[in-house]
C-alpha cells in the first residue's frame, strides 16, 4: 500500500505533531510519502525525522495540482490523505483527475478557524468548508469531532476516528529550568508556583479566559506566576492589554513560540486549557507526559480522558470562575497536584498512545481500500438499505431499527448502510448510518441502484389494516429496489392483514419475487402461505427489539426524578395510543390507573411510546384521573425508555413494543390488544393480556393484573427463560439475511 499525504507545510501545534509523527510511523509498515505546500519549519523537522518529504511550491496553483498529481500517477499511489484547508482543496481537483480516494483529517472545527482575520475565514476558511464536501473520507481526531461533522450532514459510514498519540516510552531531552527561564525571559524565584497554557494566541483557544481566572488566583497567591506559550502577533497586544487592565501585567509571561514543549511542561505545575472548541489537543498529552496536573474546559474527546476530580478537572468553556477555583484547590493542595498527574498519566498511556494512533490508522487504510474495490467490482457504494417506519418518532420502530443496526454490525462493523426515514437527520445523528427521505423522487432510486442488499426491517409493514396506500407504498419499493439489481429480505416482519383483492394480487406476486422472507411470528406465515408466497427462502424469527437491554438502570431512575416522579412506591408503567373501537375509553382507562393507586399502592407513570400523538392522548388520560398520576413529558432515546421501563415494577401496555421493552427487562406485563401484533405476542411468551375493542373487560383486565402482581418474581423466571430463544431467532434472521450481501464475510 502507499499513501501519499498533503499538508499545507505552515502548521505549527497539534496538527503539525499529527502529521509528523503519524507519518513516520506508518512508514515503518507501508511506503509513505509527505508533500509540503510551501517551504519552512515544519518540512524542516520532517527532514530530520527521516520522512521522505517534498516541497511544491513554483507560485502557480494549477501548477502545483499537476506536480501532485504526476507524483500520485507515477508512485501509483492508492490514497491521497490531505490536512488542512489547503490540502484539501487540492485533494477536490486531485480525486477528479487520479481517481483515487482521498481522505481528510479534520484537525480542528473548521467554522471556527481564521476567527482573528475575516479576509482568511472568508477565503480560507470558505473554500475549506466547501472543500471537505467533495472528498471522500473523514478522519476526526475525537469522537466528539466524529459527533459533528455527522450532525453536518457528512456521512457517517465515511467518518472515522483516530485520537491524537505521543509516545511515552522515549526519552524526553529537557532544558534545565533556570536555562529555559533565561531563554523566554522570565524570572524563577524560590517558592514559585508556575501556571501555564501552551497553544497559538487565538479567539477560539480562549486566552481571556485564562487570564480573567488569573487575576482572581493572583489575589490570593502571590507567589504565582502564569505562562502562555505560542505564537500569535496580531492577538498578542490585545492580551497584554488586557493582562494590564486585570493588574497582572507583572505575573503573566507571554513566551512567544515555544520550540521545547516538554522543558515548558517540565517546568509548570499545573497545565491549562482553555479553547473553546478543540478536537484532541496535543498539549494535553504532551501535559499528560510529563505528569502533570491538569485543569480543561470541556471541549472535543477530552471526556474520554478525563474522569473529574481523579485526573484532573473540566470545566465549560468560558467559565473563568470555575477554572480559578479549580486552580486555587490545586494551588493549596500539592498533594493532589502529584495524584492527579499520576493518574493522568496512566490513563493517556494506555490509551493515547502513539502505537495505537498507527494501527487504527493502519486499519482505516486497509478498510477503504477494500470499500474501494468493492465497488469497483460491482459499480455499488451501500452495502444495505434499510426500509421501515422510521423517522416518525415511535420507539417501538426505534427501537427495530436500533437492533437491526447494531446486529448488523456485529457481524461487520465496516458494512456500508442507508436509512430510508422519515426525518433523515435525527436518523443519521442517532443511529451513524448514511439515511435520506424515505420519499424523495430523485435520491431514492439513485441508492437503491447503488445497493446491493435492500432490507424492509422490522414492523407489520404489508398490511392494508392501516391503509392501502402504505402497504402500496412498501411493495412498490420492494418492486424497486429487486428492478435496480438489489438483492431483497423482508426481515422480521408481521404480516398481514391484507383483505383487499388487488391488495392481496400484488402482495403475493412482488413478495414471491424477494430472496428471503422472515417473520416475527407463525401468524404471519400462515397469512404469507395464504398468499401463495413460496419461492423465496422464508424462516420464522422474532421482533429485532427482543435482543436490546438497558444496561444503566440509574440513567431511567434519573429521568424519572428529573420529571418529578417519586421513587420510593413501585412504579406502573402505562403505554398508550388513541383507539376509536372502545367507547369512552379515556374514561376507561383513567379508571384502570386511578385502581392502580388505590388497590396496589402503586404509582402510574404514563410512557409516550410515539411523541406526540401517545403523548396527548395520556394527558387526557390523566386529566380525567381523580388519583395522582405522572407522565414523561419529554421524548426519549430507545435506551433510556427502556431504562425507565427497567425500573417499573408492572408495565401495561397497548403499543406493542412497550411489552416488548418489559420482556427485554424481564418486567412483569399485562397487554391491551388493539391489533391482533399484540395478542400474538403475548402469546408467544405466554404472558396475559384482553382484547382492546368493543369485546373489552374490564373485570378481566383487573384479574390479569392481579395474577401478575402477585406473581412477579415467577413471571420475571419465566420472561428470562424465554428470552435465550428468542434471541437466537433474531441472529439466525440476520446471518439469513447477510447471506444474501454479495462478498460478505464473517
Known amino acids: 500500500m502507499k499513501v501519499l499525504h498533503l499538508i499545507g507545510g505552515g502548521d505549527e501545534g497539534g496538527a503539525k505533531s499529527h502529521v509528523l509523527s503519524l507519518v513516520q510511523q506508518l512508514g515503518k509498515h507501508i511506503s509513505v ?28 496553483i494549477f501548477r502545483d495540482i499537476r506536480l501532485v498529481k504526476n507524483i500520485i500517477v507515477n508512485g501509483k499511489y492508492d490514497i491521497l490523505h490531505t490536512h488542512g484547508a489547503k490540502a484539501n482543496m487540492f485533494g477536490v481537483f486531485l480525486k477528479k483527475q487520479t481517481r483515487i480516494p482521498v481522505v481528510s ?92 497554557i501552551l497553544g497559538r494566541l487565538d479567539p477560539v483557544k480562549g486566552h481571556t479566559v485564562f487570564l480573567d481566572a488569573a487575576a482572581i488566583v493572583a489575589k490570593k497567591y502571590p507567589n504565582v ?78 471526556e474520554d480522558l478525563f ?109 456500508s448502510i442507508a436509512v430510508l426515514s422519515n426525518n433523515p437527520y435525527e436518523t443519521r445523528t442517532y443511529y451513524k448510518v448514511q439515511s435520506i427521505h424515505r420519499f424523495n423522487p430523485f435520491i431514492v432510486p439513485a441508492v437503491l441502484s447503488k445497493t446491493r442488499l435492500f432490507i424492509a426491517g422490522g414492523g407489520t409493514l404489508i398490511q392494508d389494516g392501516t391503509s392501502s396506500r402504505s402497504l402500496w407504498y412498501y411493495l412498490f419499493m420492494l418492486h424497486l429496489a429487486k428492478t435496480k439489481g438489489a438483492r431483497t429480505v423482508l426481515f422480521a416482519n408481521g404480516l398481514g392483514p391484507i383483505t383487499g383483492k388487488m391488495n392481496r394480487r400484488a402482495a403475493s406476486r412482488i413478495l414471491d419475487r424477494m430472496d428471503a422472507i422472515t417473520l416475527r411470528d407463525t401468524n404471519a406465515y400462515q397469512e404469507l402461505i395464504s398468499l401463495n408466497v413460496t419461492k423465496p427462502v422464508i424462516k420464522i424469527a422474532a421482533d429485532p427489539a427482543l435482543v436490546l437491554t438497558a444496561r444503566d438502570l440509574s440513567a431511567g431512575l434519573e429521568i424519572l426524578r428529573k420529571e418529578g416522579i417519586p421513587t420510593d412506591r413501585k412504579l406502573v408503567a402505562v403505554c398508550l395510543r388513541k383507539w376509536s373501537k372502545v367507547k369512552n375509553a379515556v374514561q376507561i382507562l383513567a379508571s384502570l390507573a386511578d385502581r392502580l393507586v388505590t388497590d396496589y399502592n402503586a404509582v402510574p407513570v404514563f410512557i409516550a411510546m410515539q411523541h406526540p400523538h401517545d403523548l396527548r392522548f395520556s394527558e387526557k388520560v390523566l386529566r380525567c384521573m381523580r388519583q395522582k398520576g405522572y407522565i414523561l413529558k419529554e421524548r426519549y432515546t430507545v435506551d433510556e425508555t427502556l431504562s425507565v421501563i427497567g425500573n417499573t415494577s408492572l408495565v401495561i401496555g397497548m403499543r406493542l413494543h412497550s411489552l416488548i421493552y418489559a420482556a427485554n427487562m424481564n418486567i412483569p406485563m399485562v397487554g391491551l390488544a388493539y391489533e391482533q401484533k399484540v395478542g400474538f405476542f403475548m402469546d408467544s411468551i405466554s404472558q396475559p393480556y384482553v382484547d382492546w375493542n368493543e369485546n373489552f373487560s374490564m373485570e378481566k383486565l383487573m384479574k390479569n393484573i392481579k395474577y401478575v402482581w402477585e406473581n412477579s418474581e415467577k413471571i420475571r423466571e419465566e420472561l428470562e427463560q424465554i428470552k435465550p430463544k428468542l434471541e437466537k431467532l433474531v441472529t439466525d434472521s440476520v446471518e439469513l439475511t447477510l447471506s444474501f450481501l454479495p462478498g460478505m464475510k464473517d
Do not use: C
Open 33 to 60: 510519502k509527505l508533500i509540503a505546500l510551501r517551504p519552512g519549519r515544519f518540512a524542516e523537522d520532517a527532514k530530520k525525522m527521516g520522512i521522505d518529504v517534498e516541497v511544491i511550491r513554483t507560485g502557480n
Open 307 to 415: 474522569v473529574q476530580d481523579e485526573n484532573g478537572y473540566l470545566f465549560t468553556p468560558g467559565d473563568s470562575k470555575a477554572l480559578a477555583a479549580y486552580l486555587i484547590e490545586l494551588i493549596g493542595d500539592e498533594e493532589k497536584r502529584r495524584r492527579f498527574g499520576e493518574n493522568l498519566y496512566k490513563a493517556a498511556s494506555e490509551r493515547f498512545s502513539l502505537k495505537s494512533m498507527t494501527e487504527t490508522q493502519l486499519g482505516i487504510y486497509n478498510r477503504i481500500m477494500a470499500q474501494v474495490a468493492q465497488t469497483k467490482r460491482d459499480g455499488k457504494k451501500y452495502d444495505i438499505a434499510i426500509l421501515g417506519y422510521y423517522g416518525y418518532r415511535n420507539s417501538g420502530d426505534d427501537a427495530i431499527l436500533k437492533s437491526i443496526i447494531e446486529q448488523l454490525k456485529q457481524k461487520n462493523e465496516d458494512l
Open 225 to 302: 506566576k502564569f505562562l502562555i506559550g505560542g505564537p500569535g502577533d496580531d492577538l498578542r497586544p490585545s492580551l497584554e492589554r488586557r493582562a494590564d487592565r486585570l493588574g497582572i501585567s507583572d505575573r503573566v509571561f507571554f513566551l512567544g513560540m515555544v520550540t521545547e514543549p516538554y522543558s515548558f511542561f517540565d517546568l509548570i505545575d499545573i497545565n491549562v486549557l482553555t479553547s473553546y472548541s478543540e478536537s484532541f489537543p496535543y498539549v494535553i498529552l504532551e501535559g499528560s507526559r510529563m505528569k502533570k496536573a491538569t485543569v480543561s474546559s470541556r471541549v472535543g474527546g477530552l
Open 105 to 196: 483529517t479534520i484537525h480542528s472545527d473548521y467554522r471556527l478557524d481564521y476567527l482573528n482575520s475575516i479576509l482568511k475565514m472568508y477565503t480560507f476558511g470558505l473554500i475549506n468548508t466547501v472543500s471537505l464536501r467533495f472528498l471522500d473520507y473523514y478522519v476526526a481526531v475525537s469522537n466528539n469531532f466524529r459527533e459533528m461533522l455527522i450532525k453536518r450532514g457528512f456521512p457517517p459510514q465515511r467518518i472515522y476516528t483516530v485520537y491524537n498519540g505521543i509516545s511515552f516510552d522515549t526519552p524526553v531531552k529537557l532544558i534545565p529550568r533556570e536555562e529555559f527561564a533565561k531563554k523566554y525571559r522570565f524570572p524563577i524565584e524560590p517558592g514559585d508556583i508556575f501556571i501555564g
